[in-house]
């Protein structure tokens, strides 16, 4: 069983940066692939960012590649979503999921992920 904890969410204004943190508990967390998904109001849960589990790979969304970065430090057990340039229309519930080392569905797929956290709130003011 991993439980995950994100943290580092809150107000920004449009062009500035954030950065996320999960927290995993639980063992082995270096055998899990890591996602970052998001929520706006009225919308569905949409992928962010996914990082390998030895960190190697990483695997972005079209809307946010260039400007969000995801990094995970195994001996931390703890994955990072920097997130730079942000605009209004990144507001959003983030949220932070494990999944297997490896699996059929890609690393974009909801249903690659079997453990969420709670989610963190960011919001982007114009």
């Known amino acids: 069983q991993v439980q995950l904890v994100e943290s580092g969410g809150g107000l920004v204004q449009a062009g500035g940066s954030l950065r996320l943190s999960c927290a995993a508990s639980g063992p082995t967390f270096s055998i899990y692939s890591m996602g970052w998904f998001r929520q706006a109001p009225g919308k569905e849960r949409e992928f962010v960012a996914a990082v390998s589990w030895s960190g190697r790979a990483t695997y972005y969304a079209d809307s946010v590649e260039g400007r969000f970065y995801i990094s995970r430090d195994n001996a931390k057990n703890t994955v990072y979503l920097q997130m730079n340039s942000l605009k209004p229309e990144d507001t959003a519930v983030y949220y932070c999921?494990?999944?297997?080392?490896?699996?059929?569905?890609?690393?974009?797929?909801?249903?690659?992920?079997?453990?969420w956290g709670q989610g963190t709130q960011v919001t982007v003011s114009s």
């Open positions: 999921a494990a999944g297997p080392k490896y699996s059929a569905n890609d690393y974009q797929a909801n249903n690659r992920y079997n453990y």
